[in-house]
């Protein structure tokens, strides 16, 4: 069974970071495109970074030079380190696998950025 | 970017109803569009991908239809569990791969 297990989050002040996780079960994170996608409160979904199979990385404008995504192949797991955070990426963090059929996705984990 | 442009915001409808969302894109996507259904603190549930395919598992009410710029998705017949936010996502060629703003749906 496919399985996604976030964690990491929790409250950081402004210009702090933080590093998510995920943890995948029953497939194999370093073959598949693997995303993090955030939802602010009450707003609506928000595509954050994708690590293509292959290795290649791409980001929001809204979090170029901030975020960097990564994969630990050993572990399985993904992560997402997060710097010089703001109060506009709290946010609940989704992982998801997969990019268009057959897709899975975490349960989320919340980051919460203030003073 | 390619900006997604989801109407309406949010709609009421009885159930039995026919329900029908629309996305448009700023530029030639092909059929590279998913739509996806959110209940309140839960995980986006994909429905709909390449715009007309039904992921597994899901019900034959839905469907999705477009390609380039034009998308629809439709509930054939509303259902009391139906009831969501759903949004679609492009996913053309290089990211990001942007959503839609969110179409909410309620039982009138």
């Known amino acids: 069974e496919v399985q996604l297990v976030e964690s990491g989050g929790g409250s950081v002040q402004p210009g702090g970071s933080l590093r998510l996780s995920c943890a995948a079960s029953g497939f194999t994170v370093s073959s598949n495109y693997m995303s993090w996608v955030r939802q602010a409160p009450g707003k609506g979904l928000e595509w954050v970074s994708v690590?293509?199979?292959?290795?290649?990385?791409y980001y929001a404008d809204s979090v170029k030079g901030r975020f960097t995504i990564s994969r630990h192949n050993s572990k399985n797991t993904l992560y997402l380190q997060m710097n010089s955070l703001r109060a506009e990426d709290t946010a609940v963090y989704y992982c998801?696998?997969?990019?268009?059929?057959?897709?899975?996705w975490g349960q989320g984990t919340l980051v919460t950025v203030s003073s | 970017d390619i900006q997604m442009t989801q109407s309406p915001s949010s709609l009421s409808a009885s159930v039995g109803d026919r329900v029908t969302i629309t996305c448009q894109a700023s530029q030639d996507i092909s059929n590279y569009l998913n739509w996806y259904q959110q209940k309140p603190g839960k995980a986006p549930k994909l429905l709909i991908y390449?715009?007309?395919n039904l992921e597994t598992g899901v019900p034959s009410r839905f469907s999705g239809s477009g390609s380039g710029t034009d998308f629809t998705f439709t509930i054939s017949s509303l259902q009391p569990e139906d009831i969501a936010t759903y949004y679609c996502?492009?996913?053309?060629?290089?990211?990001?791969?942007?959503f839609g703003q969110g179409t909410k749906v309620e039982i009138k």
């Open positions: 690590i293509y199979s292959g290795g290649s990385t």
């Open positions: 998801a696998r997969g990019y268009s059929g057959s897709q899975n």
């Open positions: 390449d715009a007309s």
């Open positions: 996502q492009q996913y053309d060629n290089l990211p990001p791969w942007t």
